[in-house]
């Protein structure tokens, strides 16, 4: 087995490639990730550690690396602060101070900030594989959403609300050019594990979906463009008769 074109074995002048080689190039999140992470990491700390052989080593930032944990912190603010108002958000500006970060202990918050700060942890860096297990799963469904639409799109868009549901239009920071996280890329790869079709990030093209005991064998297959933009992708995938999901 190869990973990333290496071997885990050494060979002749070539060595194997490292546990810390392969989490370098990745960005994970899953309940067993957070059953694990330290409880006394700052939130900053938290994000910043994606940048570290591991949460509690020292992460190596440099200036992009700074500014795209502050420009999460900032997208994010609302979800990740525990004293964040309204009156906060009208006044809300690039200068507008992130103490509140450093300050927020990470196992203070509430379930759903920390499956939140640890889906960021495991896509800032835009790392070449990013593995989400049940990594949307506890999250408030608008928070959920946001982060789905943050996963793919990144500071470019954000969701409007109306009366028939959040949309999603284009962002302030996208029309000023100051996009510093943005979303996938086209060297990345993305594995999503989940239970419901809601936490099944829209851009997924390839799918397998394992039958229940004595249901079947496994089906699988390959769609040709990306599953959010029909419903008979969902229906295939999931196997509904008709309809939308």
Not at 88 to 93: S, Y
């Amino acid at each position: 087995m190869r990973i990333f074109q290496r071997s885990r074995l050494p060979s002749p002048g070539v060595p194997g490639i490292s546990i810390f080689d392969i989490q370098s190039r990745m960005g994970h999140s899953s309940p067993e990730v957070h059953a694990l992470f330290p409880k006394d990491l700052s939130v900053r700390r938290t994000l910043e550690s994606a940048w570290a052989d591991t949460p509690l080593t020292k992460p190596a930032l440099n200036s992009e690396a700074t500014q795209r944990v502050e420009a999460c912190l900032r997208w994010f603010r609302a979800e990740l602060n525990p004293l964040f108002d309204d009156a906060e958000a009208l006044n809300d500006t690039e200068s507008s101070s992130l103490g509140w970060a450093s300050h927020t202990i990470f196992g203070e918050l509430s379930f759903s900030a920390q499956r939140v700060a640890l889906f960021l942890r495991a896509t800032i860096r835009n790392p070449d594989i990013v593995i989400l297990d049940e990594a949307f799963s506890g999250m408030d469904d608008l928070v959920r959403d946001k982060c789905l639409l943050f996963l793919s799109r990144g500071e470019s868009m954000t969701l409007h609300y109306h009366d028939t549901g959040p949309r999603p239009i284009e962002s302030e920071l996208s029309r000023q050019g100051k996009v510093s996280v943005p979303g996938l890329q086209d060297h990345q790869a993305l594995l999503c594990v989940s239970h419901s079709h809601q936490e099944v990030p829209g851009c997924i093209r390839e799918w397998i979906c394992l039958s229940e005991p004595g249901a079947g064998p496994p089906r699988f297959g390959r769609l040709d463009g990306p599953v959010e933009l029909s419903y008979e992708r969902w229906n295939k995938i999931w196997n509904w008769p008709t309809g939308k999901p």
